[in-house]
């Protein structure tokens, strides 16, 4: 909570049930990150271009999600390397 993560690499990094409320998210990598389960309530800097990259395996949550401007939780498509996160979901 209340992180400062300003253009950070987060490739990669399980938020899985993480509390990211009151983050800073600008400018930030989050290429195959999964965002799952995750408190993004208050987060600054995150755009739709953020969330295509990344793992949003539960991205029909409009509460969090919606309010990312430019983002449809709608038409988001799986990105091909978030297979990765198969094995350790099971």
């Given at each position: 909570t209340g992180s400062n993560f300003r253009y950070a690499r987060l490739d990669y990094v399980n938020?899985?049930?993480?509390?990211?409320?009151?983050?800073?998210?600008?400018g930030a990598s989050l290429a195959y990150?999964?965002?799952?389960?995750?408190?993004?309530?208050?987060v600054s800097g995150?755009?739709?271009?953020?969330?295509?990259?990344?793992?949003?395996?539960?991205a029909t949550d409009e509460d969090r999600l919606g309010t990312v401007v430019g983002f449809n939780t709608q038409s988001y498509q799986l990105p091909e390397g978030c297979k990765i996160w198969e094995q350790a979901l099971r």
């Open positions: 938020f899985s049930m993480a509390s990211l409320k009151d983050t800073d998210l600008t990150a999964l965002i799952q389960f995750t408190d993004l309530r208050g995150l755009t739709a271009e953020q969330l295509a990259q990344a793992c949003l395996i539960q």
